[in-house]
């Protein structure tokens, strides 16, 4: 396993409201978590989640894996914009993904390799 070697930049936390479940689509069932606000904080960066813009479109392929579609509006407390946007796909084991699906925060105190979640 490859160690994670980049620094720590901010640790991000956001409000959800409930989640939007769209439902079946021909590639795979669709969910919106929408994000209304947040902050992340970090030695040198540090400020707010803004609410417009907010948002991760999850779609659940048959195959069980999630494809996320993440875009968020950062604003740092010394006024800098920060349009912040991540895609990624993941496969998580039975017990993870009802975890997920509970909302369940875990927290670590160091990025762990994602087959070491559950």
Known sequence: MTELKSPHLFTITMKLPPTLE????????????TVSGG??????LRGEVLPQAGSDLLL??????????VRLILR???????LMTY??????????????????QRRFSKPRHPSTLG
């Open 76 to 82: 740092t407390n010394d006024a800098a914009w920060i």
């Open 87 to 104: 895609r990624g796909v993941r496969h998580a084991s039975p017990l993870v993904s009802a975890r997920i699906a509970r909302c369940e």
């Open 39 to 44: 902050e992340f904080t970090g030695d040198r």
């Open 22 to 33: 769209l439902g079946d689509t021909p590639a795979g069932n669709r969910r919106v978590f």
């Open 60 to 69: 659940v392929r048959a195959d069980g894996s999630s494809q996320q579609d």
